[in-house]
């Protein structure tokens, strides 16, 4: 059976793509990303909140067999996904947001399951706000960094060695090449390492390859949930680095100044 008190929460973690101009109007950050039900008088207005309108009535399937208990096959619209999120334009939005479309960026995530009689029909607000409140509010899915491998090779590796050497190593890392009828292992693309330390296992290669780290070479990794691309997230978070890097200073000049 539905639970309308549960509804909240799988709303709320709806992802909603939303063009970067409307985060610009707004104070925070961090994109559009919580959705509350809406409830009482708080309406919001066209430069922080986007209104939705979820509406399904679950009804029985007059084309379904007698003997069947698949739900699939017995019930009409008994599964609420975010694909039936519309979002309902207010104030000037239509003139400000122009042909993007604004959308839950998954449309498969599971809302609800409901059976004959049951109906969802509630206005959804959509408002900004930061991961330091809620890491719901976060367009950041995953992110990490490591320093960039450095792998060199302290003598010549050669023949049978060199294919060994590149099977101890990621795809892409060493490569072997043919001089003379000869063959020679170098490094390729030592990006590609996962420092697995493979070569340690082989007491005729270890002594012949140093691995170590760039200290001053970072690699980031950003996986976004779909709202902005990964690099606009970074781009914008540079920004916020940068805003408190000035804050900082100023604070700094205010003390000396006292």
């Not at 009409?76 to 104030?91: E, M, Q």
Request: glycine share 6%; proline share 5%; charged share 25%.
């Amino acid at each position: 059976s539905f639970a309308p008190q549960m509804l909240p929460h799988p709303l709320s973690f709806s992802s909603i793509f939303v063009s970067l101009q409307f985060s610009s109007i707004c104070s925070s950050f961090i994109k559009i990303l919580c959705v509350i039900i809406s409830i009482g008088d708080e309406e919001g207005t066209e430069i922080d909140t986007l209104h939705f309108h979820l509406k399904v009535k679950c009804t029985k399937n007059p084309k379904a067999l007698k003997d069947s208990s698949d739900p699939e096959e017995l019930y009409l619209n008994h599964k609420v996904y975010s694909k039936h999120l519309k979002w309902v334009p207010i104030g000037n939005q239509v003139d400000l947001f122009g042909q993007v479309e604004i959308r839950p960026v998954h449309d498969d995530i599971l809302i609800a399951q409901l059976r004959p009689g049951q109906e969802i029909d509630v206005v959804v607000h959509c408002v900004k706000g930061i991961a330091k409140d809620h890491a719901k509010f976060s367009p950041v899915a995953t992110a990490s960094y490591r320093l960039l491998p450095e792998i060199t090779l302290l003598g010549p590796v050669e023949g049978e060695l060199a294919d060994t050497l590149k099977q101890c190593f990621s795809p892409g890392v060493i490569g072997v090449e043919t001089v003379n009828g000869r063959k020679f292992a170098t490094v390729v693309n030592s990006r590609l390492d996962t420092c697995s330390r493979e070569i340690f296992r082989h007491d005729d290669l270890k002594n012949l390859v140093r691995l170590g780290r760039v200290r001053d070479h970072y690699i980031f990794s950003v996986e976004s949930t779909g709202i902005l691309p990964p690099d606009v997230l970074v781009s914008e978070a540079l920004k916020v680095l940068i805003t408190k890097c000035r804050r900082f200073l100023n604070e700094l000049d205010a003390v000396q100044v006292d």
